[in-house]
């Protein structure tokens, strides 16, 4: 993110399964990086005790008070219905009343998506909002959409969600024409099941996106589209999959590393393409998955997210903000 003083972002502080801690040392670190101005929201006399553990001389925090907090398994529309001053809600009411651009938040997922479209409203035309996560690829980056939002879609969301990851695509990984895939089954347009079948007729006819067709889940990964739609059961299932993957073959690499000598000992001659491999691979790199289709910027991050992935979700919001995203999804979903 470019060191900017216009772009402010209000951070759940409280959220995610570390809470506290790691929120504050991402907010910190966010502004000691990139120059980003951050607002932490939760409880006041917690959070300035953590912020007086680091060194915030000259940075761009400050501390909204927000005396409730959605715990990660709390009901989704009960926190809504009842906590109404809990730091989901009051960093929310900071974006829709201008006093902060962006959202960012690693705590109750759906407590996140309900409360947003509650207070920021969704964008004209949208029906479904839709979670978007970059994945690494053999060739670079590319966006995943839904993974998790909506468990039962129509086609024509999945086309929303094409329009709308078409746009992350070009604005945030700085693609000019992004290749748009559905996943599928298999390649051919007859494979898949009824929605992925309409989705396909109905994704070839919208002519603002270059679609290549279907992709399979072995595709995901080897960098043959930049954007790949999905309904969010689909989406969820191929992202935790992929989560527990990476999870697994480190263990088992360094379960077998120190196996003998001459593992250890090769695995320093290693480290330096280790370091590259996990760099390429570790989500906390990307940030946080921004909830496209709502009114504002809202960045969702993985409730076991450390210090360094706040810090990079705080970044992506940060670009959302100065690549302007939300207009550029509303100006496409009223083309669309």
Do not use: W
């Not at 690693?106 to 029906?127: D, I, K, R, Y």
């Not at 998790?148 to 024409?177: E, S, T, W």
């Not at 589209?225 to 073959?249: H, P, Q, R, W, Y």
């Amino acid at each position: 993110m470019q060191r900017t003083d216009a772009v402010r972002v209000a951070l759940d502080a409280m959220g995610g399964d570390q809470g506290p801690e790691v929120n504050v040392e991402g907010a910190v670190t966010a502004a000691r990086e990139f120059g980003a101005t951050v607002t932490l929201v939760g409880v006041e006399d917690e959070l300035q005790r953590r912020l007086r553990q680091h060194d915030t001389r000259g940075l761009r925090l400050t501390v909204r008070h927000a005396p409730e907090v959605v715990e990660m398994g709390e009901s989704p529309m009960a926190a809504l219905r009842r906590k109404k001053h809990s730091s989901i809600r009051v960093g929310l009411e900071l974006v829709k009343g201008g006093e902060a651009d962006a959202f960012v938040s690693a705590g109750n997922t759906g407590a996140v998506m309900a409360t947003a479209l509650v207070v920021l409203g969704p964008l004209p035309g949208v029906e479904r909002p839709a979670i978007a996560v970059v994945v690494p690829t053999l060739t670079g980056r590319a966006v995943l959409l839904d993974v998790g939002a909506n468990v039962d879609c129509k086609a024509r969301h999945l086309v929303q969600f094409a329009i709308m990851g078409n746009v992350y695509a070009r604005d945030f990984l700085g693609l000019p024409r992004p290749r748009v895939g559905l996943l599928s089954i298999g390649e051919e347009e007859s494979k898949g099941n009824e929605l992925t079948r309409e989705a396909f007729k109905e994704l070839e006819d919208e002519a603002s996106l270059n679609f290549i067709g279907n992709v399979e889940g072995r595709d995901v990964f080897n960098g043959t589209s930049d954007v790949i739609v999905c309904d969010g059961f689909a989406g969820n299932v191929a992202l935790k999959i992929s989560e527990s993957v990476l999870e697994t073959m480190f263990h088992l690499l360094r379960e077998e590393i120190g196996k003998d000598l001459r593992g250890r000992a090769g695995s320093l001659l290693l480290l330096p393409a280790f370091r590259r491999f996990k760099r390429r691979v570790d989500p906390s790199e990307y940030g946080g998955a921004p909830l496209l289709g709502v009114n504002g910027v809202c960045v969702i991050s993985h409730g076991r997210s450390t210090g360094k992935a706040i810090k990079n979700a705080i970044r992506a919001a940060g670009e959302c903000v100065a690549n302007k995203v939300i207009s550029h999804i509303r100006e496409g979903i009223a083309l669309g």
